[in-house]
């Protein structure tokens, strides 16, 4: 009975156990992928499953034992024993072949779509085969992620004026997003399942992935390494956009940094020409 409420759950209910026991999908081609793999696995493993569970039923059954009868004494089944073992092989090397077959796909990162955005052609990060790409660079602290956009966002934020935010990243649709991830404290992990996998934060070092979001919307993430007291409140969202209004975003970002700037040099200056500022 449970196997055959597994097998009717798989072929029945995609869309109910959507969430449940498959990973999350839809987002990125990179999150379908693994999404479509981790299905295949997990239909041959049922298949495997009922087909054990079934033999053993059944034999259970069978050949219970019975009042004023001897067990028959046998050796084994040299034809079935092999016949498994080849079986179990197969199944080894189909699996590895499907799985070697979907990694590049999961791995390498797209070109963007005619109707994305395209910002930067570098190729010293994971690129796309035409090297357009919008580069994101994740920091993981405790207890927030921020994003700085564009490219030199690794080594020279600050002086390019990139703009950056917390927690929200920005971005347009269509696009081929690279993502470098640093960590400033302890290892955190970068996970917003909608749009692939998990890819840790790790102090000293920087981590790459990507994602190019299918469609506008917001996506939800979490730290998904546990990185302190508060790593519970390590949220995270990916809010997709048109190109366009993802611009306009990014314009209005460095237009309030820079007049943030100037504040501070101003109220700078007061201070330093009443002589309440030290040198
Ligand atoms: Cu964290």
Redesign the pocket.
């Known amino acids: 009975m449970v196997g055959l409420a597994l097998a009717g759950s798989l072929i029945l209910a995609p869309e109910a156990l959507a969430n449940f026991i498959t990973p999350k999908a839809g987002g990125s081609p990179n999150a379908n992928q693994i999404h479509s793999l981790y299905v295949i696995v997990l239909i041959l493993a049922g298949v495997v499953f009922v087909i054990v569970e079934g033999a053993l039923a059944y034999s259970v059954f069978k050949f219970r034992a019975k009042k004023n009868r001897v067990a028959a004494q046998i050796h084994g089944n040299t034809r079935l024993e092999i016949g498994w073992t080849v079986a179990a092989a197969l199944i080894l090397l189909v699996l590895t072949v499907v799985t070697f077959i979907k990694l590049p796909s999961i791995v390498n990162p797209p070109n963007s779509d005619s109707n994305g955005l395209v910002l930067s052609a570098s190729v010293t990060q994971p690129t796309p085969p035409d090297g357009k790409k919008l580069t994101v660079c994740i920091q993981?602290r405790?207890?927030i992620w921020r994003y700085t956009y564009g490219d030199g966002c690794l080594n020279d934020s600050f002086n390019l004026k990139l703009p950056y935010s917390f927690t929200t990243m920005e971005v347009p649709e269509h696009t081929t997003v690279v993502l470098d991830i640093q960590s400033s404290d302890v290892i955190?992990?970068w996970w917003v399942p909608s749009l692939g996998g998990k890819v840790d934060a790790v102090p000293g070092y920087t981590t790459y992935t990507w994602f190019k979001a299918l469609h506008t919307g917001t996506f939800r993430g979490q730290?998904a390494?546990l990185?302190g007291t508060n790593?519970a409140a390590?949220i995270a969202f990916v809010r997709v956009v048109t190109p366009a209004q993802y611009q306009a975003w990014a314009t209005r970002q460095e237009q309030l940094i820079t007049a943030a700037n100037d504040q501070v040099g101003r109220l700078r200056q007061i201070l330093t020409s009443e002589g309440n500022l030290g040198s």
Do not use: A, K, L, T
């Open positions: 993981g405790q207890f955190h992990s730290c390494q990185c790593h390590m």
